[in-house]
């Protein structure tokens, strides 16, 4: 695909031409140290440097709550709710592409999720090469730290005003060319752009599995009865943060509200999580993972066994979102799957 | 199908459960629509013992409350604990913490020895509740949610998930990211994490959550830069009914 | 299917058209569907009921398939909101369902085979889809024996309807209630006590069918193994919370599998390894 050239003083006239018919939202600072994609107005300082979205991106494409169908409970008629409004999300790190990668092909597949579907095909992503690496991310050695799909634009930045701009689609090619005049990247762009990601990716091997990531699943296998699960399970508070927080996980619950004259009503769906305690609690109160143990167990085994046995990839990206929002100090992919890789270590 | 009959009642508290309700105004009306209110102090005037559902605001804190609560809940088919104080015994019980003689004084002062008080307790100490419309003061569209549930002879449904679900899903940053304490880990949600999103942090007014594990939430809270006096006085404010509070 | 409206998370409408009491805690509701087509489900498939402003919750299918009639039964023990919902229904009626969703029994698997139906609790409920189906196709099975297993005689269903079945003589019924009070004459003690008393069982030619509490699977399971009957002619049909249906929603997950679509109905091979399945 074609690789062009853009500079920061075009971004402001791009941004306000795209912003006329897309919801833009852009990274920039919440406060010291913090960053999320926020909607972009003229004038919003860009924060280039950011290690990682505080929210992960899933919330634009799958939000926290949703409407799924409307109900009119005298005639008990009902019709489906879809919302989903045109949107570009600009400065989407790899890793949380690849994320939304795996939410394409696991809520699309089988029974579409049709909410889901419509929200996605209105959202361009804008990918963006990470300059800096959070403290609590190993994406690179989970097979994360490049993504080859799934956006329409790829930013890099390779100096402090120019960017190589890997088009991805069609729709991102025509949303770059709407203030005309796109020149294509010289070879020493795009040699600035692949040092720029060579210099990130070493850096994000800071935090690394002990093993090739492709190993997990069978060091799952090994591990169910591991005395790691209660160790670390002990601490857990059932708060589902490391469940909300991660961009790969899409669990929901789904419940009804009626209007004040009890007539017509909404059925929404809210994200729910594994590892709240009446996840998977059926009518008559029998949990089917009623300890602390099983559920903390049944995460760890979703992102590094099942996802993977599903389509081939571990259901985490390595963002470290789950490590800095456990109050507890519990969740942590790398250090769970690098300890488990010890405990084994007289097998392999 | 009657209307079903609905009365207010309130002991130990501020009344601000019943003002929140009053606030709704508008939406009050769509709803009472399905009720017939006999007695609601602050809305309307009058009171007749016929009743089905009770809502009761305030704790339990004179021996004395505990028959009328019980000649309430003789009374209602169905009786609601309205608020912080009712559900979970709320502020109320931070004079648990306190002499006895220290805290009559200070309320009532020479005249102490005329009132008879006790530690202040939630109703369920005392009869049986059936629903909980928690918080401090509780949030009037849960209010209402409830109310309905109710009205559709649903058993109400609040959340069983602590306030950390609806921090991460409004998209807050972690108190405890930010070296603050919260009570979010062990606090029932439904509230929106209305506090945290407004600047604050968690106090905990909804009650723990089912199963906190309040072990775990100690070790959490007891963080360099906290004293231990902090996290007494955090988990006593709302909490000192319950096993969470030192 | 308009695929500019289509979404699965919109329920047809059904009538309720008959309400039978069967125990203090168990009905049995009789739906309709509004669209006059038969439900076209097969046998252990459930749907997801709504009764709006309430909710929505999965049921098994207590009918056996019908080609020309478009009426279908479920039967509820009121134990959560949607049940007690449906409770207060009145013939008439309207409630929202989705589906037939899930996996079925393999009955062409048992054609000309002996079938042994277990049914403990409320798991006669499915079973039932299952086993008037055969019972249509009678000649076309070898033996079949059900075995019925009840806590207390007071919670026993379909109780008329197993007599005759017994009556009838194409099914050898067993039944037994674990804690027996004044009236009850029968076996006494759990549904494993039954496997026994089946005399001259051919383990080679024996597909099992069962659905009971979660506790029940273990112990049914290994008393058929110990009877030499091979795991994949064991057949079981696991509850979770099968809230979306569609295999999204991941409440209903036993390890990898999705109850919803992967199961309900599971060969006893295929979910062997799978610790949080039995």
């Not at chain 1, 752009?193 to 800071?206: E, G, L, S, Y």
């Not at chain 1, 046995?309 to 790398?334: F, M, Q, W, Y």
């Not at chain 2, 679900?165 to 929106?192: F, P």
């Not at chain 3, 033996?143 to 309807?161: A, H, N, Q, S, Y």
Request: glycine share 8%; aromatic share 10%; charged share 25%.
């Amino acid at each position: 695909m074609t690789t062009y050239t853009v500079y920061k003083e075009q971004l402001p006239e791009l941004f306000g031409k795209w912003s006329e018919e897309y919801s833009l939202y852009v990274p920039a600072k919440l406060r010291e140290g913090f960053y999320d994609l926020v909607a972009w107005k003229p004038g919003l300082e860009i924060a280039w440097d950011f290690d990682v979205a505080y929210n992960s991106p899933k919330r634009f494409l799958f939000p926290p709550r949703e409407a799924l169908i409307t109900f009119d409970r005298r005639t008990c008629e009902a019709k489906p709710v879809f919302e989903a409004p045109p949107q570009i999300l600009f400065g989407v790190h790899p890793y949380d592409v690849k994320a939304i990668n795996q939410l394409d092909q696991l809520l699309e597949g089988g029974a579409p999720d049709q909410n889901y579907v419509r929200r996605r095909e209105a959202t361009v992503i804008m990918a963006y090469e990470p300059l800096t690496v959070s403290s609590t991310a190993f994406w690179a050695s989970v097979g994360a730290g490049t993504v080859a799909h799934g956006f329409d634009l790829y930013w890099t930045k390779i100096g402090p005003a120019a960017f190589t701009v890997e088009v991805g689609s069609a729709k991102g090619e025509e949303l770059l060319s709407l203030c005309g005049g796109l020149v294509p990247a010289t070879a020493g762009d795009k040699e600035g752009a692949r040092r720029a990601r060579a210099r990130v990716q070493f850096r994000a091997r800071k935090n690394s599995l002990r093993y090739n990531w492709e190993e997990t699943p069978r060091l799952l296998a090994k591990c169910w009865d591991s005395p790691l699960w209660r160790r670390y399970s002990q601490m857990c508070l059932a708060c589902g943060s490391c469940n909300l927080v991660c961009p790969t996980c899409y669990c929901f619950d789904i419940r009804d509200e009626v209007d004040d004259q009890l007539g017509e009503g909404v059925r929404y769906r809210e994200w729910d999580g594994c590892m709240l305690e009446g996840f998977a609690k059926v009518a008559g109160n029998h949990n089917f993972r009623p300890k602390a143990q099983d559920r903390y167990r049944h995460r760890y085994f979703r992102k590094g066994k099942y996802i993977y046995d599903k389509i081939g990839e571990l259901g985490c990206v390595g963002c470290g979102r789950c490590v800095r929002a456990c109050t507890a100090g519990i969740a942590n992919p790398l250090k769970v799957f690098n300890e488990l890789w010890e405990e084994t270590a007289h097998e392999h | 199908m009657a209307k079903p009959k609905i009365a207010f009642f309130d002991f130990a508290g501020c009344e601000g459960d019943q003002l929140q309700i009053a606030n709704l105004e508008e939406r009050l009306l769509d709803i009472l629509g399905h009720v017939e209110v006999v007695s609601f102090r602050e809305v309307v005037t009058g009171h007749s013992d016929d009743y089905d559902v009770a809502f009761v605001e305030g704790s339990i804190t004179r021996p004395g409350d505990e028959e009328r609560l019980k000649e309430i809940r003789k009374n209602a088919k169905i009786l609601v604990a309205l608020g912080a104080c009712a559900a979970i015994g709320g502020i109320n019980c931070l004079k648990n913490f306190q002499a006895e003689n220290v805290y009559r004084e200070e309320v009532y002062g020479a005249h102490a020895r005329w009132y008879p008080t006790y530690a202040a307790r939630p109703l369920k100490s005392v009869v049986k509740v059936d629903a909980e419309v928690p918080g401090c003061p509780i949030d009037g569209a849960e209010f209402a949610r409830i109310t309905k549930d109710l009205l559709l002879g649903r058993t109400p449904w609040v959340p069983d998930f602590p306030v950390c679900v609806e921090c991460k899903q409004a998209g807050n940053v972690c108190r405890y990211e930010m070296g603050r304490m919260c009570l979010g880990i062990i606090t029932r949600a439904g509230c929106g994490a209305a506090c945290v999103s407004q600047g604050a942090h968690c106090w905990g007014c909804r009650g723990l959550v089912p199963g906190a594990n309040l072990d775990a939430a100690r070790i959490v809270m007891d963080r360099p830069g906290t004293s231990r006096k902090a996290v007494q006085d955090l988990l006593r404010f709302f909490l000192g009914d319950t096993g969470a509070a030192l | 299917m308009n695929t500019k409206t289509f979404s699965p998370y919109v329920p047809r409408p059904v009538t309720l058209v008959e309400k039978t009491r069967l125990s203090d805690f168990v009905t049995r509701f009789t739906f309709e569907q509004d669209n006059g087509k038969p439900l076209a489900h097969k046998p252990g498939q459930f749907v997801n009921l709504s009764v709006y402003g309430v909710g929505e919750a999965p049921f098994s299918i207590s009918s056996p398939p019908r080609r020309t009639q478009n009426t279908f039964e479920i039967a509820v023990r009121k134990i959560g909101v949607v049940t007690s919902a449906m409770h207060n229904l009145e013939p008439g009626a309207k409630v929202g369902i989705r589906g037939p969703y899930g996996t079925s029994f393999p009955v062409m698997k048992f054609v000309g085979k002996d079938v042994l139906i277990v049914a403990g609790g409320l798991g006669y409920i499915p079973l039932r889809s299952l086993l008037f189906y055969q019972l249509r196709h009678r000649e076309e099975f070898g033996r079949m024996v059900l075995m019925v297993g009840t806590r207390e005689p007071k919670e026993r269903i379909f109780v008329d309807e197993i007599a005759e079945l017994a009556k009838s003589g194409d099914v050898e019924v067993l039944e037994t209630v674990d804690m027996p009070d004044e009236t009850w004459k029968g076996n006494v003690g759990v549904i494993t006590t039954l496997l026994p008393m089946v005399k001259d069982l051919d383990p080679s030619s024996t597909y099992v069918s069962m659905v009971g509490p979660p506790i029940m699977y273990r112990f049914v399971i290994a008393e058929c193994r110990k009877r030499g009957i091979a795991s994949d002619q064991i057949f079981v049909s696991l509850e979770r919370k099968m809230k979306c249906g569609l295999g999204k929603c991941g409440h209903c997950q036993i390890n990898e599998l999705n109850t919803c679509i992967d199961g309900p109905v599971f060969c006893y091979t295929d979910i062997e390894a799978y610790q949080e399945a039995i």
